[in-house]
């Protein structure tokens, strides 16, 4: 090395003292325990990465792995469907089946009355159930009059509340007899014997210090805030500044002490020992089921309550020794699943009418806004078109390519340029990619826009170095003498090249273009540069069909505001997965199998 | 059309090979071996041709012909209406091309309908001309190289030549490619700065980005398109990433040369393969739905506000992302320190931990720093994870747990936002540009740095 001359850094030690070595040894030994140590650390913090990242995307998966339908009679009356005897075969598909399904759902819940509850029992079904029975119906027009047993499918709503995503509905133990009456038009007046309210009475004025707690944390906020605002108007340099500065401090001020009185106010309720205590959505829910209905609690004590019948309860009922009492995790107005909703989802699934199957749909349904009726099929076929066209594009090339740079090109200048460019832009930012074809391949060539064929062409020119370093690199792998013997038989150097050297190099040339390949697969940004984020509802059939593709499928998906988006994200993810995992398992089986060593 | 005139081109293709082969067996007849090149290299030559010929007329008409329709009927409609925006010619034409091809358009009036007639009569002409010039293109060659089979004719020779070329055009594409992306960002570049009169001062070390906000008559607001805040916020994403990879990486790749047995390097290898084969749109995902709300939720609780798009968490999970390119890159420069360097420094007695600190390390010190270089020139140009857990609104600050945007979030929000496309095209490119130039050099030194690495051992 060159720097023999300069002294290297050491410890200064005595070298006299045996008894020294010792102490030194173990301090050596110290540290070379610690630089392991942190090489294990390494290992594991990268380990606990993959893990946490494999484990909370499957996790989330799981909630999309099944869906639930609601099985009902449903009555196909021709004067709802708004179809006759003169209606045309291909029109009976546009009848009015949501009208039947709204009347199918009136019937099972008489109850539901004005506009709300209406809308919140439609929404147990998903909008998509009406175009099946459509389906159905037209595919059988003998149907038409007839009630039959059709499975709808449920809404988003419903198939979360049913996977627990907004919580359980807990069961309390009850001792005592209950009274129910009606006090007033839909006041009901409801008693036990016992305390067995006590303890959800506990909960819920648990839950009113909760709110108070976090009331004050956000009151805290506010406050510094107020500091803040005040600190900048006192630095602030014109006069205007100030005032605009201490309006705000002003303001954040009145929200602060509106908060903190806010919160006083629910401890007072909570403290005000024990009196009766009203129940409002923002704090857990309390359902009473007896009576063969449902009744929701409004306020109690630890042994009478109010409430409001949700299904119909035969009243009075008197002395009653059958009967439960539930709370919810959740506070309803953090859930998106009402009281109602989950009064009729339970009532259905005592009934033996909710039906829980394997998730088909996701991998045979195309792209929609309907979080249930969503699915990945556009974007597989898609993402095949694609990659069929980077294959078909990049791999003819980057062989090729690698075959000159290897084979006959001159060392010149000009062979070096391009040895420089590739190198250089198998390290260009993708993005940049998407930006080329978005300037040249769509605006210049006016190759379609979100079209495979246009993504397919971006995604090969990024593959293309990395097929080429691969290829190059199993093309020097050959050894000399295969090209030597050729030569020497009398072979041109194409030939040589064709016949005897790339047949030797094509396992690790296809090994090294499936790794880019399932690059490619993953690869998002350049796709959304050229317009691939687009809605597509339709499978593509064609490579300048518009398309979507599995990644920008899931990043799109991850940016809806419904919380059923965020598993069938993970479901894509997960399908994204095990198609790298084959592909690399793929390239894999072919390096054991076909890779030689001279 | 296009696609039924390639399958054409190569059914002809096919036919010429097989036409020229039975020529040249009739020629050799009862002596083959007196013809120079076997038929089947006679076959091939006609093959080749037919392709290129074929398909290189009909790439050239495809692309010349495209231009031609467009340019001509933008002229017209520019006569026309000479004083409409340049937008709105577009509008217009887009809407006669509906027309023609019977779709529904938005508006329709007698302009776009004659539009919409010399669009028709275009594409008439142009489909023709394709079929004529591509097939008759392709016939010439067949039929010439057809004709010039003979038994002194050196048909390998010249295909070998012919194949010779196409060889050097793919490798040439490498540089094509680059050309294309240096010009299709420096043309956008140059309009842009063009729109903020070279004022660009004001784009580089500007505090204010807000581009599209200041749009007026073509020019846009130099006050408003200061992209510091972006830089600022890259630079911070960055750090926090390299942070994260560079010594996870490094002591990785440092344990599992140098410490770990075969057994735990079998596993750990793959593992981290593994990590560098997830798409980074799953780790978007993951800083976005798991991490992020993790970090906001754990601030919480100890009294810390963390925005729920804080920098942290991009930066962190950029950071898992790049430890497995850190460690594979570390870990071939370690590996390429000869060995006898080792066994010197282990003979004279040091402990295995002296002497990958004294001997190992200073001598692979500069391959590492190279792999921290391509490490950050990844960072930088990292788009899915920042675009999924970064914010949007320009912010400049050093504050991780604040949210901070980067250059390609907001290259992703321009180009996919709802603005008109050539009003987002400037402010885009100018920062895509900045950041092939940013990554460009970063690689150059990264690669240079190797190059004289690898001349001290070779």
């Known amino acids: 090395m060159s720097d023999m001359t300069s002294q290297p850094e050491i410890e200064r030690f005595d070298h006299g003292s045996i008894t020294a070595v010792p102490a030194r040894l173990k301090k050596r030994r110290a540290s070379e325990f610690r630089l392991k140590t942190y090489g294990i650390i390494a290992i594991s913090i990268a380990a606990l990465a993959l893990v946490s990242l494999l484990w909370s995307v499957v996790f989330k998966a799981s909630y999309a792995m099944t869906e639930h339908y609601i099985v009902a009679d449903v009555t196909l009356d021709a004067e709802t469907l708004e179809i006759d005897e003169d209606t045309a075969a291909d029109q009976i598909v546009r009848g009015d089946y949501d009208a039947v399904t709204t009347e199918m759902l009136r019937d099972l819940f008489p109850m539901a009355s004005g506009r709300t509850e209406r809308r919140a029992l439609k929404d147990l079904v998903s909008g998509g159930a009406a175009f099946e029975l459509g389906d159905v119906v037209a595919a059988d027009p003998d149907l038409v009059g007839e009630t039959v047993s059709f499975a709808f499918l449920a809404s988003d709503v419903t198939d979360l509340y049913l996977k627990n995503e907004y919580g359980r509905l807990v069961e309390k133990d009850v001792s005592g007899k209950l009274s129910v009456s009606e006090a007033a038009e839909g006041d009901l007046v409801i008693s036990t014997s016992t305390n067995d309210f006590a303890e959800a009475l506990e909960t819920v004025k648990r839950h009113l210090y909760e709110d108070a707690d976090s009331l004050r944390v956000k009151a805290a906020r506010q406050a510094n805030a107020v500091s803040v605002y005040t600190e900048r108007a006192e630095a602030a340099e014109t006069e205007e500044d100030r005032a605009t500065l201490m309006a705000k401090a002003e303001k954040a001020r009145v929200a602060e002490q509106a908060l903190l009185d806010e919160a006083a106010a629910l401890e007072d309720r909570a403290a005000g020992a024990g009196g009766s205590e009203t129940v409002d959505d923002e704090n857990i829910s309390l359902l009473i089921k007896a009576g063969g209905g449902w009744i929701r609690l409004s306020e109690l004590n630890r042994s009478q309550a109010r409430g409001e019948m949700l299904t119909g309860v035969s009243l009075p009922i008197e002395n009653e020794t059958e009967w439960q009492f539930f709370t919810t995790t959740m506070p309803e107005a953090s859930r998106k699943v009402s009281d109602n909703q989950i009064v009729w989802i339970e009532t259905l699934r005592e009934r033996d009418q909710i039906e829980e199957v394997f998730n088909w749909r996701f991998f045979t349904s195309a792209d929609s806004r309907a979080p249930e009726l969503a699915g990945i099929r556009g974007a597989l076929v898609g993402s095949l078109l694609t990659m069929l066209v980077t294959f078909a594009l990049a791999f003819p090339i980057g062989v090729l390519g690698a075959i000159y740079l290897e084979e006959f090109a001159p060392k010149n200048r000009f062979t070096n340029f391009i040895e420089v460019n590739i190198n250089n832009l198998a390290a260009v930012p993708s993005i940049v990619f998407g930006l080329l074809g978005l300037a040249v391949f769509l605006n210049v060539f006016g190759v379609p826009r979100s079209a495979p064929l246009a993504g397919g062409i971006v995604l090969a020119l990024m593959t293309l170095p990395t097929i080429i370093i691969a290829a190059r690199a199993a093309i020097q792998a050959v050894p000399p003498s295969i090209r030597e013997a050729a030569l020497g038989v009398g072979a041109s150097n194409v030939q040589a090249s064709f016949h005897h050297v790339l047949p030797l190099a094509m396992p690790g040339i296809l090994t090294g273009t499936i790794i880019g390949m399932a690059q490619a697969l993953g690869e998002t940004a350049p796709l959304i540069m050229i317009g691939m984020v687009a809605f597509i509802v339709e499978v593509p059939t064609s490579i300048t069909d518009s398309a979507s593709v599995l990644p920008v499928q899931v990043f799109r998906w991850s940016d809806f505001p419904e919380r059923a988006f965020e598993a069938r994200t993970a479901a894509a993810i997960c399908v994204l997965l095990v198609f790298l995992v084959l592909m690399n398992l793929l390239a894999i089986v072919l390096r054991r199998r076909f890779e030689r060593r001279w | ?458």
């Open chain 2, 1 to 458: 059309m296009v696609f039924t005139l390639t399958l054409v081109i190569f059914v002809l293709a096919v036919a010429a090979y097989m036409a020229s082969r039975r020529r040249a067996l009739q020629i050799g007849g009862d002596a083959p071996a007196t013809l120079h090149s076997r038929p089947s290299y006679h076959g091939l030559h006609s093959l080749l041709w037919v392709l290129i010929a074929g398909w290189g007329i009909l790439i050239v008409l495809v692309m010349f012909g495209n231009w031609w329709i467009t340019s001509s009927l933008m002229s017209d409609i520019g006569e026309a209406l000479p004083d409409k925006e340049y937008i709105e010619h577009q509008l217009i034409l887009s809407d006669a091309r509906a027309i023609s091809e019977g779709r529904i358009s938005s508006v329709s009036d007698p302009l776009r309908e004659r539009i919409a007639g010399r669009f028709s009569t275009m594409s008439a002409v142009h489909t023709w001309a394709l079929i004529v010039g591509s097939l008759g293109a392709a016939l010439l060659a067949g039929y010439l190289s057809y004709s010039r089979v003979a038994v002194e004719w050196r048909a390998r020779n010249h295909s070998e030549n012919v194949i010779r070329s196409i060889l050097l055009v793919t490798a040439a594409i490498a540089i094509l490619t680059t050309i294309g992306i240096i010009l299709s960002l420096v043309f956008e570049t140059f309009r842009f700065f063009e729109a903020i009169d070279w004022q660009l001062h004001k784009y580089l070390f500007g505090t204010t980005w807000s581009p599209l906000s200041g749009v007026f008559e073509g020019k846009l607001d130099a006050e408003k398109v200061g992209a510091l805040p972006l830089f600022a916020g890259t630079l911070l994403i960055t750090a926090i990433a390299m942070l994260v990879a560079v010594p996870v990486g490094l002591f990785a790749a440092i344990y599992l040369s140098d410490f770990a047995s075969s057994s735990v390097r079998s596993v750990a290898k793959p593992m981290l393969e593994v990590l560098a084969g997830i798409p980074t749109v799953v780790y978007g995902f993951f800083a976005a739905i798991t991490l992020a709300p993790f970090l906001r939720d754990s601030g919480e609780a100890i009294g810390i506000q963390v925005a729920s798009e804080s920098a942290l968490a991009a930066g962190i999970v950029m950071g898992i992302m790049i430890i497995p390119f850190i460690s594979s890159l570390s870990d071939d420069v370690i590996n390429a320190v000869p060995q006898t360097l080792r066994d010197g420094s282990l003979a004279v007695g040091a402990t295995r931990a002296e002497t990958i600190r004294q001997v190992v390390l200073p001598a692979a010190l500069p391959g590492i720093v190279s792999a921290v270089l391509l490490g950050i020139s990844r960072a930088i140009g990292e788009t899915m994870i920042v675009v999924m857990a970064a914010g949007q609104g320009a912010n400049l600050t050093a504050n991780p747990l604040e949210a901070v945007t980067t250059v390609t979030v907001q290259i992703v929000a321009l180009i996919t936002g709802d603005t008109e496309a050539s009003t987002a095209a400037g402010p885009a490119f100018t920062l895509g540009f900045t950041l092939f130039v940013m990554t460009l050099l970063m690689n150059m030194a990264a690669q240079r740095l190797v190059a004289k690495y690898r001349e001290r051992y070779d």
